[in-house]
């Protein structure tokens, strides 16, 4: 039910003002685990979030939880958008607020194609304002931009495509859906050199043009050669244990994760500082 809540979800355009995620204090628990434990993060209009670290430390829980997955209980703290808890909130209702979440794994939908989606979609959102040849001029120069067959538009949703396509049909729903707050969830796996440069270039554009918030979680230095980051951010058992700026990238690069698991909840900018004067 939550994948199609979020498939279906409409949201309305953004605007110029200045719009807020902030997570507080969250703990979150799945089949008796907790899985998240204190995770604590803003993310306004204009900024570039990446959140790294190992496998199993709650980094897609934290994407789902953001968007309403009923499968996780909350336990303790808070989610606000413009200060407002969501916490309540339905999935398509979180949506319509303006936050929007590219799936590691997008599910196929036969028999609703591509083109048939976007246009329920972008209708409900514009209502009386929506125009018809405007809407189709949009996806096929979007598409364009993303080397995306215009065939696959009519295809039933992500029917029959590639990894690499499913990503950027994402990219595509992203364009034309206008979100505030994007939550890219380890989009470059699945994808060649080619679609990374293509996916990379257009979610930095995207956010330059309408000023979103950005989370990227991923593993990869790679993607972060296209999407540059304002804040790194190491995830460990299930809450940000170091903040730093991109420099912090190559250093896990070089590293791993293995002293970020001894040291805990490490503070300053300059991780190898921090290091020595630990020692």
């Not at 496998?55 to 968007?67: A, C, P, W, Y």
């Not at 029959?160 to 979100?179: A, T, V």
């Amino acid at each position: 039910m939550f994948i199609f809540n979020l498939i279906f979800s409409i949201i309305k355009y953004g605007d110029d003002s200045v719009n807020t995620l902030k997570i507080i204090d969250l703990k979150v628990q799945v089949e008796d685990k907790v899985i998240l434990d204190g995770f604590n993060l803003e993310i306004k209009s204009g900024e570039t979030h990446v959140i790294m670290g190992p496998n199993g430390t709650g980094k897609s829980t934290l994407s789902k939880v953001i968007m309403g997955d009923t499968k996780y209980k909350i336990l303790q703290g808070d989610i606000l958008f413009n200060d407002e808890s969501i916490l309540s909130m339905t999935t398509d209702k979180r949506a319509r607020l303006g936050l929007f979440l590219t799936m590691q794994s997008p599910i196929t939908v036969e028999g609703v194609s591509n083109a048939e989606f976007l246009r329920v979609a972008v209708q409900g959102k514009e209502q009386k304002n929506f125009k018809l040849l405007q809407f189709v001029k949009d996806v096929e120069s979007t598409s364009l931009k993303l080397n995306f067959s215009k065939d696959f538009i009519h295809r039933g949703l992500n029917e029959g495509f590639s990894g690499g396509e499913r990503k950027k049909n994402e990219i595509l729903q992203m364009y034309m859906l206008k979100p505030k707050i994007v939550i890219l969830d380890e989009i470059d796996s699945g994808l060649d050199v080619d679609s990374l440069k293509i996916v990379g270039e257009n979610v930095t554009e995207y956010k330059n043009k309408e000023n979103c918030g950005l989370l990227v979680i991923t593993h990869y230095q790679r993607l972060l050669d296209y999407i540059k980051p304002d804040f790194v951010h190491i995830m460990m058992n299930g809450k940000i244990v170091k903040s730093g700026s991109s420099s912090l990238v190559k250093y896990i690069e070089d590293n791993g994760y293995s002293e970020f698991e001894e040291k805990k909840q490490i503070t300053g900018t300059c991780i190898v500082k921090d290091f020595l004067e630990n020692e």
